[in-house]
C-alpha cells in the first residue's frame, strides 16, 4: 500500500490526538518500516490495520470509527494532492462516478504496485446512487468515509447505507441526496 496512506494517517493521528500518541501505536507493534514511511514508498497493509487497532485501544474509540474518520479526513488531503481529480466537478455523484474510470486509472499509471478496489456506481434516480466496493483489502470503512469526505467537499447532505460484509471487502452502499 501506497506510502501515502500511511503518511497522512499519522499526520491525522499526530494533530487530532497528540504526537505521542503517532510514537507509542508505532513503538507497539513489529513493523518492518519500523514506522518510517515516505508518500512514494510502498508498505504491507496490515500494518496500517496494525497501527489503528493499537490506536483504538489507545484512544477506546472503535477501529470502524477511526477508519471512517481517516476517510473523510483523506479525502481533504487528495484534494491539496491531486486537484486535478476534482476540476470542473460539481456533485458527489459525478466525483464518485469518476474513481472506478478515471481516478483509479490514472493512479494506476501514476504507480507501480497498488492494488485498488473496484466500484460499480447506478444512477437509481436523480437524487439516489448505488456504489458496489469490491477489493482484495478490507477497506470498505474507507471508503464509506471518503463518500462521507467527498460530500463535505461538496457541500451536499448524502445519507448513506451501507450493507459491508464481515471481511470488509465487499460493500454496497446506497447513496441519497437529502439536499
Ligand atoms: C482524488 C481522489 C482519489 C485519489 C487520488 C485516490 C488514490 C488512492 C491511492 C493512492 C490509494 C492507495 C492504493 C495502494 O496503495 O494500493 C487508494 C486506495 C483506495 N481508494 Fe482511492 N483515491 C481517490 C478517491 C477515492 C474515493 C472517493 C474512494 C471511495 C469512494 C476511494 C476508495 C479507496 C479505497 C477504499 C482504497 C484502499 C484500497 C482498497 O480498498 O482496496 N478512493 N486510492
Known amino acids: 500500500m501506497k506510502g501515502i496512506i500511511f503518511t497522512e494517517f499519522l499526520e491525522m493521528v499526530e494533530s487530532t490526538f497528540s504526537p505521542a500518541v503517532a510514537d507509542q501505536i508505532i513503538e507497539q507493534n513489529e513493523l518492518d518500516s519500523n514506522g518510517i514511511y515516505t508518500s512514494v514508498g510502498n508498505y504491507n497493509k496490515q500494518e496500517l490495520l496494525k497501527l489503528v487497532t493499537s490506536l483504538s485501544n489507545i484512544v477506546d474509540i472503535s477501529v470502524d470509527v477511526l ?5 473523510k479526513y ?4 487528495f484534494l491539496v494532492y491531486y ?4 476540476e470542473n466537478l460539481t456533485t458527489t455523484f459525478d466525483f464518485l462516478d469518476t474513481i472506478d474510470r478515471h481516478v483509479h486509472v490514472e493512479v494506476e499509471k501514476l504507480y507501480t504496485d ?12 436523480d437524487t439516489q446512487m448505488q456504489m458496489v466496493y469490491h477489493s482484495s483489502n478490507p477497506f470498505a470503512v474507507l471508503a464509506e468515509g471518503l463518500i462521507e469526505g467527498a460530500a463535505e ?27
Do not use: C, M, W
Open 67 to 71: 477508519v471512517k474518520e481517516y476517510g
Open 74 to 77: 483523506l479525502l481533504t488531503r
Open 83 to 86: 486537484p486535478q481529480f476534482f
Open 114 to 125: 497498488v492494488e485498488l478496489p473496484s466500484f460499480q456506481t447506478k444512477r437509481l434516480s
Open 153 to 179: 467537499h461538496f457541500k451536499e447532505n448524502i445519507s448513506i447505507r451501507s450493507d459491508i460484509s464481515d471481511d470488509h471487502q465487499v460493500a454496497t452502499f446506497n447513496l441519497t441526496l437529502v439536499g
